[in-house]
């Protein structure tokens, strides 16, 4: 069963990059069959999806983020990462890095990592 | 974007339902999915393509679709399922594609 396991600083200056890795196991990021997301929820509130990678390297935004994100893939790493730019104390949340599962009807998110805490401030 | 009343409530052994209104631009042209979050996790996939359930969902939990609204269903309410819930959908809207959930409802067992 796939595992995906998020790591990075846990504390960002404001106007600073957020930057956070998440280690995929149990499967390859190469496979294209899946793309690779990252999920944020800002404390006690609800879910907002970041934005996605595919196998190929071609990324999905977030409208409202596209500006500031960035998501790569590190093949021989079986990592992705995110990176975002300007950060404001609005950023602080949650970060989830969820594996995206595609088939003949479609796609959607399926695995989940356990996620990780930033909080920006000073 | 996707709409969900903050809070549920039943009794063990209740059936509850937890609506999620969208619009033509992510439900009504799109599947739904559900997550389920308890207490200090991360989200699972509980149902998706509209009523489909993942390996291991019992099939106490059910999801529909009509238009440009979802339901999920919970039968034989048990204590461990009081979690949080959420609806997800891609959206092809004009400001540009995405994926989006709904805020979220609180389910609590009596």
Redesign the interface.
């Known amino acids: 069963q796939v595992q995906l396991q998020e790591s990075g600083p846990g504390l960002v200056k404001p106007s600073q990059t957020l930057s956070l890795t998440c280690t995929v196991s149990g499967g390859s990021i190469s496979n294209d069959s899946y793309y690779w ?1 990252w ?1 944020r929820q800002p404390a006690g ?5 970041t934005g996605r990678i595919y196998a190929s390297g071609i990324t ?1 935004y ?3 983020l ?1 500006s500031r994100v960035t998501i790569s893939l590190d093949t021989s790493k079986n990592e992705f990462s995110l990176k975002l730019t300007s950060v404001t104390a609005a950023d602080t949340a949650i970060y ?1 890095c969820v594996r995206g599962k595609m088939d003949g ?2 796609s ?8 990780t805490p930033v909080t920006v401030s000073s | 974007v996707l709409t969900q009343p903050p809070s549920a409530s039943g009794t063990p052994g209740q059936r509850v339902t937890i609506s999620c209104s969208g619009s033509s631009s992510n439900i009504g042209p799109s599947f739904v999915f559900w997550y389920q979050q308890l207490p200090g996790a991360a989200p699972k996939l509980l149902i998706y393509r509209n009523n489909q359930r993942p390996s291991g969902v019992p099939d106490r939990f059910s999801g529909s679709k009509s238009g440009t609204s979802a339901s999920l269903a919970i039968s034989g309410l048990r204590s461990e399922d009081e979690a949080y819930y959420y609806c997800a959908a891609w959206d092809d809207g004009l400001s540009g594609p995405a994926w989006v959930f709904g805020g979220g409802t609180m389910l609590t067992v009596l």
């Open positions: 997301n999920v509130r609800g879910l907002e999806w999905n977030n409208p409202s596209k989830y009807s479609g959607y998110m399926d695995y989940w990592g356990q996620g």
